[in-house]
């Protein structure tokens, strides 16, 4: 079972900073924090990932509370482009063997 | 960065026949790679886990004979879904990482089969 839970759907204008929240209260002291979206029909596409401290490239910016229970992924400036399911996954300890569970995900839609 | 290439992207295939999808890690070595299935409106469904050298892991409820794994190179793993029928239609996704905790999972473009 996924250890992660997400609103089914959020909406955001064009232009405007996405703030998706994720839970993951379960989550163990070695494990990352994983981000990953998906448009339809492709593979999932990374965006970002962590540990405990807060995450920032050119996609996004990955913020995770103290107790490493919650994270918010922010995209700043939302593109119509970024419309598509969002996962936040937790998992992959450092070994490349760890599986990665996917959940029901985040469909973030952006609007004009 | 990581790049996972999966073939073909799209198949079309007559019922009782075999079909195999390749996935290939173009600038790493992959010890494992693992294959998920998505139906659609659904999300990401882990298959199994293809160990190089060795033989997969498959998740409960996913038959290891019909659903055949090799994993002959640090590059490259198949999967063939064996005596396809519609109800194997779907879409099929590879993914591995690099050993170490600071790379993320690479995935690969997915391939649709469809079986008549």
């Known amino acids: 079972d996924a250890k992660t839970t997400q609103p089914p759907s959020m909406d955001c204008a064009e232009g405007r900073a996405a703030n998706l929240p994720c839970n993951h209260s379960?989550?163990?002291?070695?494990?990352?924090v994983y981000w990953y979206r998906q448009i339809h029909s492709q593979g999932p596409q990374y965006i970002i990932h962590?540990?405990?401290n807060n995450e920032t490239n050119e996609m996004a910016s990955l913020i995770i509370t103290e107790d490493r229970k919650s994270s918010t992924l922010i995209l700043p400036h939302a593109t119509l482009r970024d419309t598509a399911v969002y996962y936040c996954?937790?998992?992959?300890?450092?070994?490349?063997?760890?599986?990665?569970?996917f959940g029901k995900g985040t469909l973030l839609t952006v609007n004009p | 960065g990581a790049v996972v290439s999966q073939h073909p992207s799209r198949v079309i295939c007559k019922s009782g026949t075999s079909v195999k999808i390749e996935c290939r890690s173009l600038?790493?070595?992959?010890?494992?790679m693992f294959w998920y299935r998505q139906f659609p409106k659904k999300s990401l469904m882990l298959m199994a886990t293809?160990?190089?050298?060795?033989?997969?892991?498959?998740e409960q409820g996913v038959e290891k004979d019909k659903f055949l794994i090799n994993h002959a190179s640090l590059t490259l793993s198949t999967l063939t879904v064996t005596s396809a029928h519609p109800e194997d239609s779907s879409f099929y996704i590879c993914?591995?990482?690099?050993?170490?905790?600071?790379?993320?999972?690479?995935f690969g473009s997915g391939t649709r089969l469809t079986v008549v």
């Open positions: 993914s591995a990482r690099r050993a170490g905790g600071s790379y993320g999972y690479t």
């Open positions: 379960t989550i163990s002291g070695n494990e990352y």
């Open positions: 962590g540990l405990k």
């Open positions: 996954i937790v998992g992959g300890s450092g070994g490349s063997n760890y599986k990665l569970t």
């Open positions: 600038d790493f070595q992959a010890t494992t």
């Open positions: 293809s160990n190089e050298g060795s033989k997969a892991t498959y």
